[in-house]
């Protein structure tokens, strides 16, 4: 099915979203016919630039890690922002988050009236067009039901959870906070890690059963609070707060990691089991930068700041064939560059227009030579901004200015700004630029204050 530029513009300029001119993805058609790929696109929630194995953490991951191992692994990717609700929302755009209401919530937590609007494109919305089987399983975060939900934005089966954070055990009052098949709240739950790991696997054999190509997005919760392993029923029942200020451990970060690469695991084993291990394109990611108990050396700072430690994570991607095994990358990336890369792997007819303002990655991925990029960043919360280009940072945090040069100091220690101070004009003037292409900040808007509080359903 073609998409016209005009019907994709509408629909985005309707939604209130198109705010300046975007780059827009144009895909020759495939050279010969060939089967779609599919498409398993794994995101954790809060994990640290350094919290696997291959990325230099103690911590034992073989399974998350063997998707590097046999594919590529990515050294300057980074999340839409420091927090999952604006991730969440480059992510399924493919455009700055900033154009969109929602994405001015950083993150969606007090204003349930606020959410994605249907009418916005999607990357699933396109891949569904595209003839892809849409799933998401896990976390959405980018509004409740029924006004607003996955199922309302391109995707044609859900089970997970509309809001951001969940206890992994215990079914709350709040449906939006519950787990859910659809639009079908569950009584009760295994641990959450283990039921989107087994829903997962579900969903693959079923696609391989009835022979369509499968986009699916596995959004899993861990390791985000509240720090419950396995076997920590105990400490759920006994929870006063889902924030869990007053609980965890490395030792139990560590479990809840374990959880996690096994649930990866069984995954892996299921696009095998299925056949499909040559003809699936596996990514695994995070939302943001880790929180807590987390790693994030080299870099330094966390979620809920534009340093790198709040904004780069790491990034893996297996797909036999097409993918040099044990490969390594330092193309910079970024959530929203996932949109054109899967339509691209899609084989978009001629005349297909997906606007976005992220880039296809898919060279890159196969082989080839990594190319310069300009990104941007701003964050509510203690004023913060930030721009990259090439191997150069602007970054504002409150009223301290800063530039730095990542390629010799990807701990942000060393401020050229006096030393380079027409390029740090330069960067700060291109940020300021940008940022008047975007949505103003609305009074009412929630950002999190890493040094204050943040809202019940976080």
């Known amino acids: 099915m073609t998409i016209s530029r005009r019907t994709v513009l509408g629909g985005a300029l309707g939604a209130g979203a198109m705010l300046a001119a975007p780059n827009a993805l144009r895909a020759a058609p495939p050279a010969a016919p060939a089967a779609k790929p599919n498409i398993v696109y794994i995101m954790a929630d809060d994990m640290g630039y350094g919290d696997l194995g291959s990325y230099g953490r103690v911590y034992d991951t073989p399974n998350i890690d063997r998707i590097g191992q046999e594919g590529v692994l990515l050294t300057q990717a980074y ?3 420091c927090v999952c609700t604006a991730t969440r929302v480059g992510l399924v755009t493919g455009r700055y988050q900033n154009r969109f209401r929602v994405g001015q919530e950083e993150p969606l937590g007090f204003n349930s009236n606020v959410g994605l609007d249907p009418a916005v494109p999607t990357m699933p919305a396109y891949l569904r067009r595209l003839g892809y089987r849409t799933v998401l399983v896990g976390k959405w975060h980018v509004g409740d039901g029924p006004r607003y939900g996955p199922l309302k934005s391109g995707y044609e089966r859900f089970f997970g959870l509309y809001s951001g954070g969940k206890d992994y055990f215990v079914q709350p009052d709040n449906p939006a906070m519950a787990l859910r098949d659809g639009d079908k709240v569950l009584d009760t739950h295994r641990y959450l890690t283990d039921e989107l790991g087994d829903r997962a696997v579900r969903e693959i054999r079923e696609a ?4 369509a190509p499968l986009f699916m997005s596995l959004h899993f919760t861990a390791p985000h609070w509240p720090w419950e392993g396995p076997e920590d029923r105990a400490v759920a029942e006994s ?3 889902i924030l869990h200020e007053d609980g965890g451990s490395i030792a139990t970060f560590q479990k809840m990691l374990t959880s996690l690469d096994g649930n990866v695991g069984k995954v892996l084993q299921a696009i095998a089991d299925a056949g499909q291990i040559e003809n699936t394109l596996v990514v695994f990611t995070s939302d943001n930068g880790g929180e807590r108990f987390s790693n994030v050396w080299p870099l330094t700072g966390m979620k809920g700041e534009l340093l790198e430690g709040g ?5 893996l991607a297996r797909w036999p064939g097409r993918i040099t095994p044990g490969s390594r990358s330092d193309q910079v990336a970024i959530s929203m560059d996932w949109m054109p890369t899967f339509i691209e792997m899609a084989g978009a007819p001629a005349g297909f227009d997906a606007p976005t303002d992220g880039r296809s990655i898919l060279p890159q991925l196969t082989g080839g030579a990594s190319v310069p990029r300009k990104l941007f960043w701003m964050y509510k919360a203690n004023n913060q ?7 150069w940072k602007y970054l504002r945090l409150g ?5 730095f040069n990542l390629a010799q100091d990807e701990h942000e220690r060393a401020n050229l700004a006096r030393r380079e101070k027409d390029r740090f004009e330069a960067m700060k003037a291109a940020h300021a630029q940008w940022a008047s292409t975007m949505l103003p900040y609305p009074e009412d808007s929630y950002s999190w204050d890493i040094h204050g509080q943040v809202p019940d359903r976080y």
């Not at 391989?208 to 022979?211: E, K, L």
């Not at 009223?399 to 530039?403: A, F, P, Y």
Request: aromatic content about 0%.
């Open 239 to 241: 929870l006063t707060s």
């Open 311 to 315: 904004i780069r994570v790491p990034l």
């Open 385 to 391: 901004a930030a721009h990259r280009d090439g191997d």
């Open 208 to 211: 391989a059963a009835d022979g």
């Open 79 to 81: 999340a839409n922002s």
């Open 399 to 403: 009223d301290h200015e800063h530039l």
